[in-house]
């Protein structure tokens, strides 16, 4: 916490509804806001004004939607400490993401590698959304008065850019917007594809026994991990840069049973890779089970799924208001008589 973090601080953070989340997701993200939960102000929420820069099959997407808001609670997220909802439940995100707009240089926005990364991955359809995606992000965070924001170590450069577009702001206009601070897993901040540990698991890679899901069955899980690339080697180390999928499984396995490294290469020196392979799945699979068991509760029970999301977006509209009529003030912008009051 830094000197201007006050005592309650607001945390917000974000997945995209774009396919079931992996354990990439759960390490680097959800395991981290569920811990963050105790004496703060938090807001979780699915960003699925996000995916739209992807395209999306209406009648898949909606139920990836529902599936997502449902995963954060199964994790445990508690409705009662914090707001989830969907962003596109509260239009200021949008409204917010186009008068930042304004203050961001397409040049910033071009250095973006993830931006980079998407158009190359999705050629006939780089639109603009795109590539004012991380406006949108900033928007979010930035609506909210966030103090901190967990994420895994791949949103850092967009937590930068809202940062950068924060403190541009409020050099224009006076001390408006809050500026956050990324918070970054430590430990298994970014977990990679276990077909090709040099690249970051991601939820859109195109070969399944490259990433493994929160909701995979422990059978799948199991064959995954047996499956995963390691090396010729044939010695457990540590070693990021010569056995890149050793070394990610050894951080799953500290990430899942909560030991650290020394205790992680103690336990695997003078065993062989398979040994880690299956210890590790089993580690995961036990983490995962009652996550698993509390996602399908909510999901079979749409009518309390739908209470809690209209509860977080009311929760956070009124707080959207509060920054939005400052922003329209500082703006200049005139204000139409009962809004913002
Ligand atoms: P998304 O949906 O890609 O991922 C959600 C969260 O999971 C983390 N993550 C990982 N952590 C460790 N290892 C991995 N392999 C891995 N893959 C993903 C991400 O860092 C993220 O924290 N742009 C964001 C969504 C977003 C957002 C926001 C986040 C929109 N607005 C405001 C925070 C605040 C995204 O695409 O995350």
């Given at each position: 916490?830094?000197?201007?973090?006050?005592?309650?601080?607001?945390v917000?953070?974000?997945?995209?509804?774009?396919?079931?989340?992996?354990?990439?997701?759960?390490?680097?993200?959800l395991r981290n806001w569920v811990a963050l939960q105790e004496g703060r102000?938090c807001?979780?929420?699915?960003?699925?004004?996000?995916?739209?820069?992807?395209?999306?099959?209406?009648?898949?997407?909606?139920?990836?939607?529902?599936?997502?808001?449902?995963?954060?609670?199964?994790c445990g997220i508690?409705?009662?400490?914090?707001?989830?909802?969907?962003?596109?439940?509260?239009?200021?995100?949008?409204?917010?993401?186009?008068?930042?707009?304004?203050?961001?240089?397409?040049?910033?926005?071009?250095?973006?590698?993830?931006?980079?990364?998407?158009?190359?991955?999705?050629?006939?359809?780089?639109?603009?959304?795109?590539?004012?995606?991380?406006?949108?992000?900033?928007?979010?965070?930035?609506?909210?008065?966030?103090?901190?924001?967990p994420?895994?170590?791949?949103?850092?450069?967009?937590?930068?850019?809202?940062?950068?577009?924060?403190?541009?702001?409020?050099?224009?206009?006076?001390?408006?917007?809050?500026?956050?601070?990324?918070i970054?897993a430590k430990?298994?901040?970014?977990?990679?594809?276990?077909?090709?540990?040099?690249?970051?698991?991601?939820?859109?890679?195109?070969?399944?026994?490259?990433?493994?899901?929160?909701?995979?069955?422990?059978?799948?899980?199991?064959?995954?991990?047996?499956?995963?690339?390691?090396?010729?080697?044939?010695?457990?180390?540590?070693?990021?840069?010569?056995?890149?999928?050793?070394?990610?499984?050894?951080?799953?396995?500290?990430?899942?049973?909560?030991?650290?490294?020394?205790?992680?290469?103690?336990?695997?020196?003078?065993?062989?890779?398979?040994?880690?392979?299956?210890?590790?799945?089993?580690?995961?699979?036990?983490?995962?089970?009652?996550?698993?068991?509390?996602?399908?509760?909510?999901?079979?029970?749409?009518?309390?799924?739908?209470?809690?999301?209209?509860?977080?977006?009311?929760?956070?509209?009124?707080?959207?208001?509060?920054?939005?009529?400052?922003?329209?003030?500082?703006?200049?912008?005139?204000?139409?008589?009962?809004?913002?009051?």
């Amino acid at each position: 916490m830094n000197e201007s973090t006050p005592a309650r601080p607001v945390v917000f953070s974000a997945a995209q509804p774009t396919g079931q989340l992996t354990i990439g997701n759960y390490f680097g993200a959800l395991r981290n806001w569920v811990a963050l939960q105790e004496g703060r102000e938090c807001l979780f929420c699915v960003v699925d004004l996000h995916a739209l820069t992807v395209r999306q099959d209406p009648k898949v997407f909606r139920e990836w939607i529902a599936d997502l808001a449902a995963l954060y609670l199964a994790c445990g997220i508690d409705p009662e400490q914090s707001a989830v909802f969907i962003q596109s439940h509260v239009p200021a995100h949008a409204e917010l993401a186009w008068m930042l707009s304004t203050f961001t240089q397409v040049g910033e926005l071009e250095r973006m590698t993830q931006f980079k990364d998407k158009a190359q991955r999705h050629k006939t359809n780089v639109n603009a959304g795109l590539f004012t995606y991380p406006v949108l992000m900033a928007a979010d965070i930035l609506l909210y008065g966030t103090h901190q924001v967990p994420v895994g170590d791949d949103q850092k450069q967009h937590l930068e850019l809202t940062r950068d577009i924060a403190n541009r702001f409020n050099g224009i206009h006076g001390p408006v917007l809050q500026v956050p601070e990324p918070i970054i897993a430590k430990g298994a901040a970014r977990v990679r594809d276990l077909q090709d540990p040099t690249k970051k698991m991601s939820k859109t890679a195109a070969s399944e026994l490259a990433r493994v899901m929160i909701l995979d069955d422990p059978k799948l899980i199991l064959k995954k991990f047996k499956k995963a690339v390691t090396d010729s080697l044939g010695e457990i180390r540590y070693d990021n840069e010569n056995q890149p999928g050793v070394a990610n499984l050894l951080e799953i396995w500290c990430a899942a049973t909560g030991n650290d490294m020394d205790a992680a290469l103690s336990h695997f020196s003078h065993n062989m890779y398979g040994k880690l392979k299956v210890e590790t799945a089993e580690a995961v699979i036990a983490l995962l089970e009652p996550v698993q068991s509390r996602f399908k509760q909510w999901r079979e029970d749409e009518p309390a799924l739908a209470k809690v999301l209209a509860a977080g977006a009311e929760q956070a509209r009124g707080r959207a208001e509060v920054t939005m009529g400052k922003v329209h003030d500082a703006l200049g912008l005139m204000v139409e008589s009962g809004r913002f009051e």
